[in-house]
């Protein structure tokens, strides 16, 4: 039997910081380390990591391996997203770690769907025709063998974090962008609906890929992990689902994901705290035939503070505003 722990984790803008700053970094790692070491994860799907420089060297994941460690996943290969470069993003990672062998993996930023074009209605100087509205982060596809002893346990690990719902920056619509203040309310509708449209995108091709890969092998194993920024019932997640409920089309029951948070008590699931209400916006989906093997979640949301209240007194929690998400599975 062979058990495996898969988490999904947004660290919140993890990086080092100035010596003036707080929290430090070293206050944050004495505080999320212990989160690390309960996920007890074989793999890990962490968002919002932020690289490092260092002189005559290219830019590497420095903060994220000193939070791991001491931890089970101390030295562990990572897996990022990065430029066309060998170096990782300034910002905004996306990063696999596990001790598991990774066989393949790639990144898809606009290669399944193409880049929306839109002309903004209330830019100021106005559009002359339509703009590429791009998104910000590609989506990271690691193919991971779970055990490399026995044949046919290739695990397919694809970990996202989709747009926010923050308003898209329009020209000249902006009056403070620290503090989100915009000249009119129709500016501002106009810059959540492209945040929307960037969102939609990149579910989009989360959801191509998954069809792409079941088209290769119809009894491939699937997870998509990571920060959707929507809940269970909004469009983002629906669309990647592919619920027979919503395609009214039997014949692709086989091809649905199942978000697992679906076996967390009701009163206990949230992965965010907002205006004192939890939300659901970190989520593990996978494929019907992971079913079998799938043991239970948890969802380390004990501790979580009201993320509103932080951004409201310009002050920032040592610890993420995300709660980590894991899942149990054994494998015969």
Known sequence: MTQIRI????????????????????????????????????????????????????????????????????????????????????VR??????????????QLKNDLVAEPRYQRLTANPRDPGPVPIGIERPILHAQIDIDHAAPGRLLHVITVHLKSKIPSDIPGQVIDSQ?????????????????????????????????????????????????????????????????????????????????????????????LFHHGRGQMIDHMLVTRNLLAHYRGSEIHNEILHDDSIAFATDSKYPESDHAPVVATFDFD
Request: glycine content about 4%; aromatic content about 4%.
């Open 7 to 90: 988490a999904t984790f947004n660290l919140e803008n993890f990086d080092e910081t100035l010596p003036t700053e707080h929290p430090s970094l070293a206050e944050r790692i004495t505080l999320m380390k212990p989160q690390i070491t309960r996920l007890r994860a074989d793999i890990a799907c962490f968002q919002e990591v932020h690289g490092q420089e260092r002189p005559g060297q290219p830019r590497d994941l420095l903060a994220l391996k000193e939070l791991l460690a001491g931890t089970n996943l101390d030295s562990a290969p990572l897996v990022s997203t990065k430029p066309e470069s060998d170096a990782v993003f300034d």
């Open 93 to 106: 990672n996306l990063v696999i770690a596990t001790h598991l062998p990774v066989l393949k993996h790639q």
């Open 179 to 271: 503090k989100g203040i915009w000249a009119s309310a129709d500016s501002w509708a106009e810059g959540s609906f492209l945040s929307s449209m960037k969102r939609m995108s990149q579910a989009l091709e989360v959801r191509r890929l998954i069809d792409q890969i079941l088209d290769d092998d119809p009894d491939a194993r699937i997870i998509v992990a990571g920060d959707f920024n929507a809940e269970p019932e909004e469009v983002p997640v629906l669309a990647i689902c592919g619920n027979v409920e919503d395609t009214n089309n039997g014949d692709l029951a086989s091809r649905v994901l199942v978000p697992i948070e679906h076996t967390i008590p009701s009163e206990a699931r949230y992965t």
